[in-house]
């Protein structure tokens, strides 16, 4: 990857915006979802679908969640194998940032290394929200799947009047047999 941020791919997600707009606000999770706490993310409403890496304090509502989305997901996963042959997802989580606040910057866990790459696909986005990744700025249209540098600072900016919703993926290389 020759930058922090780079257009992967396209992959439709009018499928997984449905389902969130049939979902109450009480289905949403905040920070504190999360073993480690990231400040970065206080006003974000998190949905964590799938978290090998992450220590969850709730693998049932995890699971629950998958079940939910698991036709756009399933669609997900094997369209990254059809590109990466073998793989599987790591973690997968979707962010819902309110208007006008912003994702501070930060890096994420150190404990995320390894073979893997990260994708970003914006959900539901309009002008006025910035996805930052180290000294790279951009507005993303929905559909779009970025390649992200997962070791470079992120930050994101909604300056809109809309919130901001994206799907974050890491993808596990698996090697060998």
Request: net charge negative.
């Amino acid at each position: 990857m020759d930058s922090n941020l780079s257009l992967f791919s396209y992959f439709e997600t009018p499928p997984i915006l449905e389902k969130l707009l049939s979902l109450s606000d009480s289905e949403w999770k905040d920070k504190t979802f999360l073993e480690k706490n990231n400040d970065s993310y206080l006003k974000a409403k998190l949905m964590p679908l799938v978290g090998d890496i992450w220590s969850l304090k709730d693998q049932k509502y995890t699971v629950e969640k998958y079940l939910f989305f698991e036709e756009p997901l399933t669609n997900l996963h094997n369209y990254l194998l059809s590109k990466f042959k073998k793989g599987k997802f790591n973690r997968c989580i979707i962010v819902s940032l309110p208007p006008h606040t912003i994702i501070t910057s930060h890096v994420d866990d150190e404990s995320i290394k390894g073979n893997f790459k990260r994708f970003l696909i914006p959900i539901l986005t309009y002008p006025e929200i910035f996805y930052e990744f180290g000294d790279e700025s951009k507005e993303l249209a929905a559909n779009e799947m970025w390649e992200i540098n997962s070791s470079a600072p992120f930050c994101l900016r909604n300056y809109s009047h809309t919130e901001n919703i994206h799907i974050t993926v890491d993808w596990a290389i698996v090697t060998g047999k």
